[in-house]
């Protein structure tokens, strides 16, 4: 049995220096994927902290609703279906609703902005705002409706009008923000 290794390269282990940069980029485009879903949880968590701030809490459901359809439209791979499901769960209990009826309704919301993207990517802005409105104003409402059929009583309507409001309100600073974002981050989905 011979012993020189070049004369049997299979038998020998080799490291291989194409893998360095190769698990950087993988752990690079993980970081991108997850990036605006751990921004929205710890921008929800910084804003559900007692920290005097009047009004923040009210922020977190609509900043959580425009993140979820704003990467929903332009990357749904940074914003995927556990990833919405683990946002909803995290409002949930933040707000001490139902578990589950965040996680649901922004999955249907996450679901109608992927399947309408490339319709939704043409508008322009004021179009895909009220577009934006007219969703957020649904799932507000659906919200509404399963907490008061899960707590067997009707639910005040007036948060849930200000809270459409301040959502409506709340997108397009947010969207001007995703924009920045999105041309200075790196894009981890396959280029259409």
């Known amino acids: 049995m011979s012993s020189d290794p070049h004369s049997h390269p299979q038998s020998h282990w080799h490291p291989d220096v194409r893998s360095a940069p190769a698990l950087a980029q993988r752990l690079d485009r993980l970081a991108m994927r997850l990036l605006p879903g751990g921004l929205t949880a710890l921008a929800a968590v910084l804003l559900a902290a007692p920290t005097g ?12 609703m425009a ?49 309408m993207r490339f319709g939704l ?43 459409c409001m301040l959502t ?8 001007a923000l995703g924009n920045w974002a999105h041309r200075r981050f790196s894009n981890p989905e396959p280029q259409l």
């Open 168 to 175: 409506a309100g709340v997108y397009p600073p947010f969207a």
């Open 67 to 115: 993140s979820v359809f704003f990467w929903s439209v332009w990357r749904p791979a940074s914003m995927s279906v556990p990833v919405v499901f683990c946002l909803g769960l995290l409002l949930d209990l933040i707000g001490f609703a139902p578990l589950g009826v965040t996680a649901f309704a922004f999955l249907l919301l996450h679901g109608t902005a992927v399947h």
């Open 53 to 64: 701030i009047p009004g923040a809490i009210a922020l977190i459901p609509g900043l959580a």
């Open 121 to 163: 990517m043409r508008l322009n802005f004021v179009t895909l705002w009220l577009a934006f409105t007219l969703l957020e104003s649904c799932v507000c409402w659906l919200s509404w409706f399963l907490v008061s059929s899960l707590s067997f009583r009707i639910m005040p309507t007036a948060p849930v009008m200000f809270e």
